[in-house]
């Protein structure tokens, strides 16, 4: 999918023009006349200079384009992850998919900036909420907190 999009955008963006497209199918008829083992030989160079010009210009597009794919793809597994440690033990005083009753702390009111706060609370606990220190690694926290983050009014 992705390579035949590339494909049509970069004759259309990089290609030359019809009109020079054109000119240069003309003068290419024109060269019927030159001695045939010339023209042999320049053609084989001229085709496998393209095809590997092409083979380059996708491999450094597939090199431009992982590391996004892989930046999401660690995203939303990580909100996964995050999804079912909360469901395991957040959900019980936090409501089910974030929804608060009303009487705990609705988690979806956490702002980006609000890490630090998070991290601590959830490390040592605060009134009514017992501290997890001990019980979820810091990348169980790090994943609740993604999935807190995804699912916030405020993004
Ligand atoms: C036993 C019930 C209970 C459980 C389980 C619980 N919490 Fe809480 N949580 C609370 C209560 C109550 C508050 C409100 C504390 C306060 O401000 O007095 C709170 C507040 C918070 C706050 C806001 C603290 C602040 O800085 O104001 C965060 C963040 C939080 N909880 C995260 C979590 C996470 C993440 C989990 C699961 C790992 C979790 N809580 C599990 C009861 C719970």
Redesign the pocket.
């Known amino acids: 999918m992705a390579s035949i999009s590339c494909q049509s955008s970069s004759i259309g963006l990089f290609g030359p023009p019809a009109a020079s497209r054109e000119a240069d199918r003309r003068q290419r008829v024109g060269n019927i006349d030159m001695p045939i083992p010339a023209k042999n030989a320049s053609q084989t160079k001229d085709v496998s200079w393209r095809v590997r010009a092409y083979a380059g210009a996708m491999v450094a597009l597939a090199a431009a384009l992982s590391p996004v794919t892989t930046a999401s793809a660690q995203d939303s597994a990580k909100i996964e992850a995050g999804e079912n440690?909360?469901n395991t033990?957040?959900a019980?005083?936090?409501g089910d998919q974030l929804v608060s009753t009303g009487?705990?702390?609705d988690?979806r009111r956490?702002k980006d900036g609000d890490r630090a706060?998070?991290d601590n609370?959830?490390r040592n606990g605060?009134?009514?909420?017992?501290p997890?220190k001990g019980k979820?690694t810091d990348e169980e926290i790090d994943q609740?907190w993604h999935y807190i983050r995804a699912n916030a009014y405020q993004k």
């Open positions: 440690v909360f033990n957040c019980v005083c936090h009487q705990t702390f988690l956490l706060r998070f609370s959830v605060k009134n009514q909420m017992p997890w979820l609740v």
